[in-house]
């Protein structure tokens, strides 16, 4: 790939990691709505399971629009995670931003709720699941917004670039 290649490269994942990020801060709205109303958290899951037919889609739009239809694996690949790369930024900002300025507790209160409600008590009962949760419940109110911000765009980022491999393998197209 040359330098000009790589540039376009990154020029277009950068477009559509910015609709990556629309996709995934929708879902982390649903999820947040979805505490309270049941139909949300579906939304919120069906929306985060779109990433890689989202992904799919974005690569395949690249590879017949700018490529004409020719796309290596290596490039395939190098453009999906370039594009979970920047989504993942977007979405780590907007949720620090989320964090720092408009939570005020409401997430892990929200859950420890859950968690203490007497329909969950024989579930972690059965399984000493109580304490476990619990704590981890607590490591995570006790978190800094940045840590969770960069908690949440890491993990992420490790999972695309996982699935962005059978991704680039069905898409790409040599020369004949």
């Known amino acids: 790939m040359t330098a000009t290649e790589y540039i376009q490269l990154k020029a277009f994942a ?9 996709l995934w801060i929708s879902s982390f709205l649903f999820y947040l709505l979805g505490l309270s109303r049941p139909t949300y958290g579906f ?10 037919f989202v992904l799919g889609l974005l690569l395949k739009k690249f590879r017949n ?16 995670v370039l594009t979970c790369f920047y989504g993942s930024l977007l979405f780590g900002l907007s949720v620090f931003a989320y964090f720092a300025y408009l939570d005020h507790g409401y997430l892990f209160t929200t859950l420890g709720t859950m968690l203490s409600s007497s329909e969950m008590a024989p579930m972690l009962e059965e399984g000493n699941l109580g304490t476990m949760l619990n704590d981890s419940l607590q490591q995570m109110r006790n978190m800094r917004p ?8 890491m993990s992420c980022l490790m999972i695309c670039m996982l699935v962005a491999l059978p991704i680039a393998a069905l898409l790409q197209r040599v020369k004949k």
């Open 14 to 22: 950068r477009i559509d990691g910015l609709w990556v990020a629309v």
């Open 65 to 80: 629009d700018v490529l004409d239809g020719v796309i290596s694996f290596g490039r395939g690949w190098g453009y999906s």
């Open 43 to 52: 939304v919120a899951m069906v929306l985060a399971l779109s990433t890689p």
């Open 146 to 153: 940045i840590d969770l911000a960069l908690n949440m765009m």
